[in-house]
């Protein structure tokens, strides 16, 4: 009787376990798995995403003269200057062991000339540093040597609303915004009662950090005025006048890059050799790009940010402005 008490017992505890709901953890669907490929890190303006890997090289041909800025910000610019002595059909950007690049048509594919792009960084961007792979597809349909680049990621606000610039050598070039109730933020005021707040400032005075970088943004607590924002990029001071210098500037809003009512965004330039320099005084030049904000909504408990104190660098200039 034991015996098939026993049995019985074991039975039910058999078809107990078989009917019992798995405890192992499902896998999420594939379509929640987010992706990593080089647009996790940035745009290039008129390229094409491939979702192929990075094609290796077949020929001896060389990039040289390659200028792209060893350091970015999330949701900052790099412009990016090239040459070759073959004809280019496509330009070819991407990350060192991360899927997928761009494929981008030049303007012009004539021997012997400089070639141009922007990247835009993702404003999610978090990696300390990272290897950009730039290569060419020739008039044989040959894929270049490959060129490498380690950039570095600098610490910048991103923010509901960020203006950021970024230029290709040492130069003291300022960044200015005026927002729509006049009130402008630079070195000399960098943190406005909105909270817009200039947090990234190089090279100061021409005392070299090689950031090349400047950054302007408003965080979630700031208040976002709805109206024309003015948007200047002065040459304060022209640190080496035998060479020209490229500027990219760009703005998101809410994630996404703005439409530009005057200039374009992104907004490239060039200050010419022998710019002279212009020590701050931008009533002398028009702004570079105009936007407007319609949509924000005020807060209804909005605070008013107070000035942050002036580094020695932002008073000196100041000291020096005409």
Known sequence: MKKNIFISLSVALFALLILMPSCKKEDPPSSSIPTINVSSYFNVTNGTLKTTSFPAAESDVALSNVVLNENVLAGGSSYVTFETDASVNKILVGVQDISGYYE???SNNTRDISYDFIMIMSQSLSVSSFVVQLAILDDNNEISQIYYQTVELIGAGTGKLQISLSFDNDKDIDLHVVEPNGTRIYYGSP?????GELDVDSN????IDGINNENIYYSEEANIENGVYQVYVDMWENCDPAIATNFVLSVFYEGELV?????????AGTFPVNAESNYGEIENIEPVMTFEITNAVAKS???????????ESAKLKLSMQK
């Open 104 to 106: 981008l048509t030049p």
């Open 191 to 195: 943190v406005s009662s909105n909270g």
């Open 204 to 207: 100061a005075g021409c005392s």
């Open 259 to 267: 439409q530009a009512l005057t200039g374009a965004n992104p907004k």
């Open 301 to 311: 408990q909005f605070r008013s940010f107070e000035p942050r104190p002036l580094s």
